[in-house]
């Protein structure tokens, strides 16, 4: 069975860093292209970076680009973010996603994996 298990997050004061990891478990996310979003209280879940299974490309929001770097280890079968220059506008529940494409998305809806999402909280 297919899961992704999340690790990583806490607290940090503004300008610190954090590293988030994503444990997949199963052959099919292979193939599959990782994403990562965010969902502040009472917002969407909104997209923060896309990586292929290849980790050949990349694809981040403007809100995070310059200060955040999403990699994977096949071989860990481990999709990474880390996070620096935090804001407190970076605070959220982050969620890993998998998308069975080898095309970037930054799209919810096109993900149909999802990890079980973790708490990352900036202060000012």
């Known amino acids: 069975q297919e899961q992704l298990v999340q690790s990583g997050g806490g607290s940090v004061q503004a300008g610190g860093s954090l590293g988030l990891s994503c444990l997949a478990t199963?052959?099919?996310?292979?193939?599959?292209?990782m994403g990562w979003f965010r969902q502040a209280p009472g917002q969407d879940r909104r997209f923060i970076a896309s990586i292929t299974w290849r980790g050949d490309s990349t694809l981040y929001s403007d809100s995070v680009k310059g200060r955040f770097t999403v990699s994977k280890d096949n071989a860990k079968k481990t999709v990474y973010l880390q996070m620096n220059n935090l804001k407190p506008e970076d605070t959220g529940v982050y969620f890993c996603a998998a998308r069975p494409s080898l095309d970037l998305s930054r799209w919810p809806n096109e993900y149909d994996h999802w990890g079980q999402g973790t708490q990352v909280t900036v202060s000012s």
């Open positions: 199963g052959r099919t996310f292979r193939t599959y292209t």
